[in-house]
C-alpha cells in the first residue's frame, strides 16, 4: 500500500500525519506555528512536521506530501497568493519542498482538504449538496456537489470574507466588517470579552464552559446567534442539503448549536438546512494526504 504525508497549515497550529488511501492518518503530529512574524518561520515549523511525519513513516512508501494551505492559491504553479492570517503572500511553496524533500507534493486550500475528506468519508457520501464551514483562526468553505468540490473560476467559496457589516471591524484580508471579523475565534475571542474573559486560546473558553461558568455559556450562546445568522446568508446562496462545520470552535458544538439553529431558522430566506458536527478526526490532514 501507498501513502501520503497530510499537512494542516492552520493560523496557530500545523497538523499532520501519514494518510494511507482509505483515509485513516497513521501517527498524527500537531506542532504550534513558532511566529506569524514572517513567512520563512512557518515555512520552517512545516518542514519540521514534514520530516517528523517522514522519520515515523519508515519504511513506508511515500507517495507525495498534500498540503492544506489557509488562504489562497496558485494550485498549477505551486505558490501562495493571499493567507490573510498567515504572512505566506507569494511563497513557492510547492518548489521549496519539492527540494527539500524530493517528493511531489500538492497544495490545496486547507477548507478544500476538509471538503475532500468529507466527499469521501464523511456527509459528502450521503448527501449531494454539503457545504463545509471550518471555525477556527479563519473562516474556511468548500461546497460538496454529488461528491466534486466546486470551485468557480478556481478560488469559490471563500465565505468567510464576505460582508456582514459595511461598518464593522477591520479584517486580516484588508477589508472591512468581513464574516470572518465574527465568527472566527477573533469573533468569539472580542464576544469572550464582553462577558469578562481576556482569552489567548478560545480553548480556555470551552473549559471554563465545560466547568459549567454561566458567563462562558451565554458567550457561546451570542457566538451562536452569531453564527447561526451568518449560515443563514450562505443557506440563501447554497441551498445546500446540510452544513458541516469543522475546526476548532466546532468542538463547543453543544454550547452554541441552540441559538445557532434557531438563529438560522429565524433568518434564511429558503428553507434551513440542518447543520452537523463533522464526524472526522484532522479531517484537513486527510484530505490534504487524499489530495496527493
Ligand atoms: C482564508 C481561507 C481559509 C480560511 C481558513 C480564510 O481567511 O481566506 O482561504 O480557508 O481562512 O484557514
Known sequence: MSYAIGVDIGGTYIKAG???KKGKIIEP???????KKDAEYVIGDVMTAVEKVIKAASPRKISGIGIGVPGRIDKKNGTIIDTPNLPLH????KEILQRKFKKKVVIE??????????AKLGFGRKNDYVLCITLGTGIGSAFIIKGKLYKGKGDAPELGHTTINFKGHECHCGNYGCVEEYISSRGLVKIARDYGFKLSDTLDLFIEAERGNLRAIKAFEEYGTMLGMALSNFVNTFDPEMIVLGGQISGAWRFFNKTMVRELNKKSFV???KVAKTELKDA???GAGLGV
Open 18 to 20: 501519514i494518510v494511507d
Open 29 to 35: 503530529i500537531k506542532i504550534p506555528i513558532t511566529s
Open 90 to 93: 507569494g511563497i513557492p511553496i
Open 109 to 118: 486550500n486547507d477548507a478544500n482538504c476538509f471538503g475532500i475528506a468529507e
Open 271 to 273: 428553507p434551513a438546512c
Open 284 to 286: 484537513g490532514v486527510i
